[in-house]
Structures are given as C-alpha cells and as structure tokens.
C-alpha cells in the first residue's frame, strides 16, 4: 500500500515536471523570446 503510494507521488510530481517545463518553453515562444537550447 505504501509503495504504491510512494509510486503515484513520483507519478504525479513527473507529471507537474514536465507541465512546467511545457509551460515554460510556450511561455517563451509566446514572449518571444527563446532560448538558443530550446531551438536546438
């Protein structure tokens, strides 16, 4: 029961990971300014 626990928080804080990171780059792309590692 904990370890399945254990497993959704790690699911669900990759999940929050990544939404901000694709937040991020689109907040970029939006502003208009984007990094160069993002157009690499």
């Known amino acids: 029961m904990k370890h399945s626990?254990?497993?959704h928080v790690a699911a669900l804080l990759s999940?929050?990971?990544v939404t901000t990171v694709d937040?991020?780059?689109a907040w970029y792309i939006?502003?208009?300014d984007?990094?160069?590692e993002l157009l690499k």
Do not use: I, K, R, T
């Open 5 to 7: 626990a254990m497993l």
């Open 15 to 17: 999940f929050v990971a």
């Open 23 to 25: 937040s991020a780059s």
């Open 30 to 32: 939006y502003s208009g």
């Open 34 to 36: 984007v990094p160069e």
